[in-house]
């Protein structure tokens, strides 16, 4: 009996420990500049237009992590220390406490393991400012580094000391990881749904998104959709559908259109 008691015990604890670590969200809300690294200047454009998120497609490249659309736009100056780490790195060091947290959304596009491997070493020097989970707990910080792409999943589900996170799918949502592990799920709009932003969305796809919206934010997850128009008068419709279901990182290609349209927003409705 004594001995079943204790193992009760156990295992009491270690589910209050589970629930505890499940219970910390790393939620963001906001635009996210998608292929921010397309931008006359990147990173400035996207903290200028007050973006919570921006994105950078990386290929490793001769022991360096490059960035670009495809492998047409690689050059060795064009890096993820560059472009990014070290420009946020200087931000946050010029601000310290004050800088407003955003999220690094980095796609793998090159194989998840060798370019993970890589990836680690680059992030070394960064450790200060990125958030960070070990053994079971997060410890948030100015950045956020979420991976996207081929994502070493499998490798990170063993880490138990790590500073990055995985961007999840849609069918993620009903294995129910911990958002400690999968904060973020993101996925292609056209996949799920025919409308396309001309009229009424209908009764039954606008349900279906509140739904997949309503199930993310129960785990602790932000959910953010890619697929929608470039061109950011096309956009407007699908920006207003997003902010009134609650989707959270919401993409644009513009930076500065999507600030101004939010300062529409805010005039129309005083």
């Known amino acids: ?15 209050v420990f589970v629930q505890k670590a499940d219970a910390q969200k790393l939620m963001f809300k906001g635009g996210h500049s998608h292929n921010d690294y397309h931008q006359p200047h990147p990173l400035a454009d996207a903290l200028k237009g007050r973006m919570v998120s921006v994105e950078a497609d990386i290929f490793l490249g001769k022991g ?12 060795n100056t064009r890096t993820l220390v560059n472009l990014y780490l070290h420009r946020l790195w200087e931000r946050v060091q010029k601000a310290p406490g004050k800088f407003s947290p955003i999220i690094l959304l980095v796609d793998i596009k090159t194989s998840a393991e060798p370019t993970y491997a890589q990836l680690k070493k680059v992030l070394e020097p960064y450790h200060s400012m990125l958030t960070h989970f070990r053994n079971g707990k997060i410890q948030k910080k100015a950045i956020t580094i979420i991976l996207s792409g081929n994502r070493p999943v499998e ?21 129910r990881e911990p958002s400690s592990l999968f904060p973020l799920i ?30 993310c934010h129960q785990q602790g997850k932000m959910i953010r959709f890619w697929g929608m128009p470039a061109d950011p008068a096309q956009s407007v419709p699908y920006w207003n559908l997003f902010r009134k279901v609650g989707v959270d990182l919401i993409g644009c290609d513009c930076p500065s259109c999507y600030k101004e349209y939010l300062e529409k927003s805010r005039l129309k409705s005083n």
């Open 186 to 215: 993101s996925d292609n709009w056209n996949r799920y749904f025919s409308w396309r932003g001309k009229g009424a969305i209908s009764a039954n796809e606008y349900n279906k998104l509140r739904e997949l919206v309503d199930s």
């Open 1 to 15: 009996m004594k001995k079943n008691s204790i193992i009760t015990l156990l295992f009491l604890a270690l589910t």
């Open 155 to 175: 490798q990170l589900k063993k880490e138990s000391d790590r500073y990055v996170f995985i961007d999840g799918r849609i069918p993620d949502i009903s294995h």
């Open 64 to 75: 360096k992590i490059l960035v670009g659309h495809s492998t047409s736009e690689l050059t």
